[in-house]
């Protein structure tokens, strides 16, 4: 992997920084050259078409894809390379995926503390004590002894949330978070997501919730064809896109 290898011209300010990111599946590419840096409490949101790599890019960000080239890090740290500890950052980067992915055996409580456990190798009262406050504070103390059946897919997502949160980590990557939920579920899940953004947390978030964007987002990124088309705060990015395939993008959205 050709990987720029040094600190040096890494933007300092950033929490996350993403710098000519190249991703091919076979022969087919998917990240042309993303470059992104999202700032400390930062929300970015990312808008594009389906296939345009959006969830590559995420994926990247926690290396469950390995970029071909180009870097990634978070607070100066190069997360890309050789010789990184993939468990220690993955602690750094939590991720919430559609499809939730809890262990159905386990009830909320069961899900939040294994992940203290086996990342933080917390011992077991206190990855009880800390998956407790991560519940409560996405408003679910009373499901903690509910198993994944039942709760409802918002409820079990914000378990999700709760357990990625519950690692400290120092960004959140959400993605398509809404996506599997009944239109009635999703207020609750984007609410607990806004209450984490006033708590302060970095967040890049891929979404079709353009309200949402709208109202919460910091800075909107359109992504077509691997490619970061243009960017934006949300107000300017909505009502005046510059790119026509924004404008096709969104025209198509409404
Ligand atoms: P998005 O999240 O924007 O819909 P993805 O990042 O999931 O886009 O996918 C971008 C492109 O990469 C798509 O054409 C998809 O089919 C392809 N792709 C994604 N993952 C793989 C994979 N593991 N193997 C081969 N092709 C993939
Ligand atoms: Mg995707």
């Not at 002894?145 to 914000?158: D, E, Y």
Request: some cysteine.
């Amino acid at each position: 992997m050709e990987t720029v290898s040094n600190r040096a011209g890494t933007p300092s300010t950033a929490t996350l920084s993403l710098r000519a990111l190249h991703k091919s599946f076979g022969t087919f590419p998917v990240l042309n050259g993303i470059d992104l840096h999202v700032q400390r409490s930062e929300m970015v949101f990312v808008l594009g078409p389906s296939g345009s790599g959006k969830s590559t890019m995420l994926r990247c960000c926690n290396r469950l894809e390995e970029p071909d080239s180009g870097a990634i890090w978070v607070e100066g740290d190069l997360l890309t390379g050789p010789g990184v500890d993939l468990n220690k950052m993955r602690q750094r980067i939590g991720m919430v995926f559609q499809s939730f992915n809890l262990y159905p055996h386990l009830t909320a409580l069961g899900n939040v503390t294994l992940a203290l456990r086996r990342v933080l190798k917390m011992p077991r009262a206190e990855a009880e004590a800390e998956a407790m406050a991560a519940l409560k504070s996405v408003g679910l103390s009373d499901r903690a002894r509910h198993t994944p059946a039942q709760l409802s897919g918002g409820q079990q997502q914000r378990v999700a949330i709760a357990r990625a949160l519950a690692l400290k980590p120092t960004v959140m990557l959400f993605d398509e978070p809404t996506s599997a939920l009944d239109p009635e579920l999703v207020g609750d899940v984007l609410d607990v997501m806004r209450e984490v953004k006033e708590q302060g947390m970095t967040m890049l978030v891929v979404s079709h919730e353009m309200q949402f964007a709208r109202e919460a987002a910091d800075r909107v990124v359109f992504m077509d064809g691997g490619s970061i088309i243009e960017q934006g705060p949300p107000d300017r990015f909505f009502a005046a896109p510059e790119q026509e395939r924004t404008r096709a993008f969104l025209s198509r959205m409404r």
